[in-house]
């Protein structure tokens, strides 16, 4: 008889184990409150692609959860990426978008690097991200070929984001002369330092300057002088990307593995581990969320961009971003760090 009763706290919480893993979808989300997490400050367009995904991602996913939108700023997103890995419950409820160069970051051996980025849940992409540099117009840089013989000064975040390490990377590899500032809290602090004439230009996404100032590309406020991407943006058809400017195939080889990063864009993870059902859930969500006309005016109101990929495809691409050969991991180390 006392052996009965000491079992049935066991067999009591077995059940309830049982039960839990046998609710639906739908069951487990009905009344959750999830959070999205961006690793970077208010403004820009990671703020504002994770802000729109926010506000419109529940409306798709069974059980129709509230959705919280949280920054969550600190070494180029390393932070969030950090603590979504290690300390956010891994059922489903967590969602992050983070630096695309993740990734790399991890391959090199990055300080504060506490993730594995294959072992995140990859839900989609929302868009491809176009990296540029761009300048002041009073600027004495008019193309990228000044930029090789005379000095610029950009406003920056930190070493680890992406508004640090193109440009750094292209000083370090084909010889320009970016003088990085440090200390700017995010991209539109950068920019209104540029206005300020405090700095000469800023590194940042394109998207980033169409949404925070668009007629500055128009009336020529601001020179974009070189692209970061595999191919030329549609609306830079005129901006030379750093793969052309690279002389020779080692150059071109380094820069095409880091500004790879760029199809991995602004994409929307979860934690590891997340139950089958649920990472099934999220995916499809995602993309009938990429597909809604509500969704799309949004975007298109904040003038950003919407070239969507599957988590399916994202997962593979993080992959192959992650396997690149060793003797071209020791030769994007050397040129890619601080300083």
């Not at 230009?201 to 668009?214: C, D, F, N, Q, R």
């Not at 995916?283 to 961009?305: I, N």
């Amino acid at each position: 008889m006392k052996t009965t009763l000491k079992a049935l706290p066991v067999l009591a919480g077995a059940l309830c184990a049982g039960a839990a893993q046998a609710q639906t979808v739908e069951q487990f989300y009905t009344g959750k409150t999830m959070e999205l997490i961006v690793g970077y400050p208010p403004g820009g367009s990671n703020d504002v692609y994770g802000r729109a995904v926010a506000r419109n991602i529940g409306r798709f996913i069974a059980g129709r959860p509230q959705v919280v939108f949280r920054n969550m700023p600190g070494a180029g997103s390393i932070l969030a990426a950090n603590h979504i890995y290690n300390v956010a419950p891994r059922d489903g409820t967590v969602l992050g978008l983070l630096a695309a160069t993740n990734t790399l970051d991890e391959k090199l051996g990055a300080t504060g690097v506490k993730f594995e980025t294959s072992k995140f849940t990859w839900v989609g992409r929302v868009a491809a991200g176009t990296n540029v540099t761009a300048v002041w117009r009073t600027s004495k840089i008019q193309t990228i070929k000044d930029a090789f013989t005379t000095e610029a000064a950009l406003g920056a975040t930190g070493t680890g984001s992406t508004v640090f390490i193109y440009p750094n990377v292209l000083n370090r590899v084909l010889g320009t002369k970016f003088k990085m500032v440090m200390g700017y809290g995010g991209s539109n602090e950068a920019m209104l330092a540029m206005e300020r004439g405090e700095v000469e230009g800023h590194s940042t996404s394109l998207e980033a300057y169409k949404s925070a100032h668009p007629a500055w590309l128009k009336d020529g406020t601001v020179r974009v002088v070189v692209q970061y991407g595999l191919t030329r943006h549609p609306d830079l058809p005129d901006v030379p990307t750093c793969l052309e400017i690279a002389t020779n195939d080692e150059q071109r080889r380094i820069l095409g593995a880091v500004v790879n990063a760029t199809e991995i864009g602004k994409a929307i993870l979860s934690t590891p581990a997340v139950p089958a059902d649920r990472t099934r859930a999220l995916r499809d969500a995602f993309m009938e969320m990429t597909r809604d006309a509500e969704f799309q005016a949004e975007l298109e109101k904040m003038r950003v961009e919407l070239t969507p990929m599957s988590g399916e495809k994202l997962q593979a691409l993080v992959q192959e971003v992650g396997d690149m050969p060793p003797e071209l991991i020791t030769k994007i180390k050397a040129v890619y760090g601080g300083g």
